[in-house]
């Protein structure tokens, strides 16, 4: 599923309301009836326009017509839910234009956008249930299946998880990228200007680095917190050049970590695995990477949890769910990544999911950059110019 601008700029405000509409419509139905849309739409044309723009929306992939045996009627596409997403971005000013995808996660698709004034920034359109969809699509009996229903709420369930803990750890100083909007299932956040860890081949001193990060595991647990997912694909390496009085440069470099759709906290039920998992992807990179081992074992999960009963610090995972993010949306997401990840057949470990790059997306024509390749060198930064498709004028004057 790849994002395609191209007819977004040609879409009338109607055609805006009917999507809305059947946005709105699929909230209590798997399929949406027309007289329910036209209800919805409330167009001044009336019924007519509204079939008018359905034809528009169907045409060009936005929502799609489904028979069954009561009633025809019409469900929003992915393609549909990300237009409506890009759409309230462009009409807050988080983007004006969309530019190339740079990275096709597990579960995403990872876009360079921009703002009005050309500030890069990163889209992150979360995908879940897309691989059950696809299989849920090809089968006849769908509507009993309430997975397809489903994609549309998980995905918007993982891009409020996400944005929810990048606020929360962003707000606590954490090194993460900015968050900065979310819309459905999208989230907008700052570029980093950085290659992840997996495309490093050297590093001038492994072990200042392999404590970095081992610093940033133990720093999330003292906020109750674990990442779940911390390996060479979430973690970006920021080099951080100063220039000494000698007038010699010294380089540091900075982590930036990402990914948060899987943060668990201290307390879950699997914690210890979720935890000790975390550090042996860490150890076992390293090891294999730049042959470094480290000489203190651990940090082990028990020993942290029992610090974490005597301090002081903000609990964040309490504060997210705070937020409005209830156990039931917890686990319901927890399900669905879980179930993501076990037909993928990675067990969220990073050697394994490289192998299945391509499972789970229909039109792999250009599946630019993750560094996939372990030859692949760095060449030049992520921030070069990409092209841009202005996206923010479809909003103006409406
Ligand atoms: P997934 O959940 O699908 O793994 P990620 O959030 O890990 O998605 O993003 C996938 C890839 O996209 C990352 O490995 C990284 O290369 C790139 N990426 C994601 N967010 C940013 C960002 N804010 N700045 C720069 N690159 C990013
Ligand atoms: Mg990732």
Redesign the pocket.
Known sequence: MKLDTRAMRHLAPEDWRVLTAVEMGSKNHELVPTPLIEKLARLRGGASGVHRSISALAKVGLIAKVKEAKYDGYRLTYGGLDYLALHTHATRKDLYSVGTR???????D?MVVADDTGTQR?L?I?RLGRISFRTVKSNRDYLKNRASGSWMYLSRLAAMK?YAFMKALYAEGFPV?VPLAQSRHTIV????????L?QISTVPDPASLYADLIALILRLASHGLIHG?FNE??I?VKEEKTVLEDGVESIRLEP?V??F?QMVSMEHQNAEMYFDRDVECIKRFFSRRFHFTSTTPGPFYKDIKKKLKKSQVTRLDATVEASGFTKKMLKDLEAAIKEQAEKRGSKGLSEEADDDENEGDEDEDDAS???EDEEEEPVGG?LGQHHMDAVGDVVQGH
């Open positions: 740079i990275g096709v996660g597990k579960e995403s990872i990163v992150k979360h996400e990228p956040m700052t570029l980093v200007d950085a290659f992840p997996r997912d694909f979430n970006l930036v990402i990914d759709p950059s993750t560094g992520i």
